[in-house]
């Protein structure tokens, strides 16, 4: 190596300012290992302004593999050994000089680094804490908090960044009541759309310009309380300004198409249609086309049957739910799987690609609809 003039600079300054083509002394630190207690995390830069202003965190229980969260996204945490020795070298000035003559002083030897690989948040575990205690009927006038989840619960046990698990919440329709997030029971919220309808009809209220604070006090005299009646308006209808909303005519069909297929179990399509009709509000219409990713329909001899099979109570993680699908049947029409999969998020994985990892497509003639089979 070359030799150094003395008062040179030392420590990691010195191996950051080491001129090409040249070399400095390196030796071990007098406090060199143990090496067990060090990691390296690889950064993207983009992420390197939420690491260094601390706005990210690690999520996970102690028996699952650790993810780091910014606001929006979710990393898996990877770890990636070298075959080569990455010494670390302390700053000059950090440790107590001693008489060793080096330049610089490797304290610590590092065996790989950490890698972070975004991942589709792992949301199938909120669906799973949410529904083991939904919101009843007797709970109006008495709360319980066992087996119920604050914030900083959900945070805690689910993997998902607070963006990511927002919308999980919301897309799952889970409402916060006393600081706990739930889902409400089906019965209950058939209840409150029911009644909040005929209180409709009785009051002569368009469901299309439903005045939110005759609504609400409406279902509160009902014996509903003021929360979960503001939860029925935002799951069942939409705002169309401040103070007046109107009720969305799908997610209304789509309500009682459930209720009538959870009372009924498979049924044959002339009943269940007669059923449906009868059962929605006036001047809504209802069509098949509303029930994608809710129902499947199969043909026995010549008739035509209905089941309920929906797309929200599936996994959300791709190789699930490609499984499931499989086991519910072997062979699918793409008309009928586009309903089940188009909600999958991979990043850096499109629908095509789920579909060539999970599935085998035949086709017979070019004009023939391509049927999957299972990978």
Same mark, same amino acid.
């Given at each position: 190596?070359?030799?150094t003039e003395?008062? %040179?600079?030392?420590? +990691? $300054?010195?191996?950051l300012n080491? *001129? ?10 007098p406090?060199?290992?143990?090496? @067990? @207690? ?11 302004p939420? =690491? ?5 965190s690690?999520?996970?229980? &102690?028996n699952? @593999?650790?993810?780091? %969260?910014?606001?929006?996204k ?10 080569n020795?990455?010494?670390? =070298? ?5 440790? +107590?000089?001693?008489e ?6 490797? /304290?610590? =030897?590092?065996?790989?680094t950490m890698e ?5 948040p792992?949301?199938?575990k909120l ?10 009927? #007797? ?8 087996d ?14 607070d ?13 916060e /009541?006393?600081?706990?997030w ?20 009785l009051? #002569?209220?368009?469901?299309?310009s439903?005045? $939110?604070? $005759?609504?609400?006090e409406?279902?509160?005299?009902e ?6 009646a503001?939860? %029925?308006?935002?799951v069942?209808?939409s ?12 997610r209304?069909c789509?309500h ?7 009372a009924?179990?498979?049924?044959k ?8 009709i009868?059962? =929605? &509000?006036?001047?809504m ?8 990713g809710e ?6 001899g010549?008739q035509l049957w /209905?089941? +309920?099979?929906s797309?929200s109570?599936? &996994?959300?993680?791709? *190789? ?8 519910e !049947? ?7 799987l586009h309903?089940? /999969?188009r #909600?999958?998020s991979v990043?850096g994985?499109t629908s ?7 599935? !085998?497509?035949?086709? &017979?003639?070019a004009?023939?609809e391509?049927?999957f089979? *299972?990978?």
């Open positions: 190596m070359e030799n003395s008062g %040179c600079i030392k420590g +990691a $300054e010195a191996v080491v *001129a090409p083509k040249s070399s400095i002394p390196v030796s071990y630190h406090l060199f290992g143990p090496h @067990d @207690d060090l990691l390296l995390l690889e950064l993207d830069e983009k992420l390197l939420d =690491v260094i202003n601390q706005r990210v690690l999520r996970g229980e &102690p699952e @593999d650790a993810v780091l %969260c910014t606001k929006s979710t990393y898996a945490v990877k770890f990636v050994g070298t075959s020795s990455v010494f670390l =070298v302390p700053p000059s000035d950090q440790f +107590a000089a001693s060793n003559p080096s330049i610089a002083s490797a /304290i610590k =030897v590092a065996p790989g972070l690989v975004e991942v589709a792992r949301i199938d669906k799973t804490l949410l529904l083991e205690n939904p919101y009843k009927f #007797d709970e109006d006038n008495e709360m319980y908090d066992s119920l989840y604050q914030w900083d619960d959900l945070i805690n046990k689910v993997q998902a960044s963006e990511e698990l927002i919308s999980a919440l919301r897309i799952l329709s889970a409402v /009541i006393n600081g706990y739930r889902t409400v029971d089906y019965k209950y919220m058939e209840k409150m759309l029911n009644t909040l309808i005929n209180n409709a009809i009051n #002569d209220w368009s469901l299309s439903l005045d $939110e604070k $005759e609504v609400v409406s279902l509160v005299d014996g509903f309380s003021r929360v979960i503001h939860h %029925c308006l935002e069942y209808g705002k169309t300004n401040e103070s007046v909303w109107e009720l969305d005519k799908k209304v789509v009682f198409a459930r209720g009538i297929l959870l009924n179990g498979k049924m399509m002339e009943s269940f249609m007669e059923e449906w009868r059962k =929605v &509000p006036g001047g219409v209802v069509s098949l086309d509303m029930l994608e129902i499947l329909v199969e043909k026995l010549i /209905i089941y +309920a099979f797309v109570s599936l &996994p959300s993680d791709p *190789a699930n739910r490609f499984s499931r699908l499989f086991q !049947r072997a062979k699918w029409d793409w008309k009928d309903s089940y /999969i #909600d999958l990043p994985l095509d690609g789920l579909l060539l990892k999970y599935t !085998r497509r035949t086709q &017979p003639t004009d023939a391509p049927v089979t *299972a990978r």
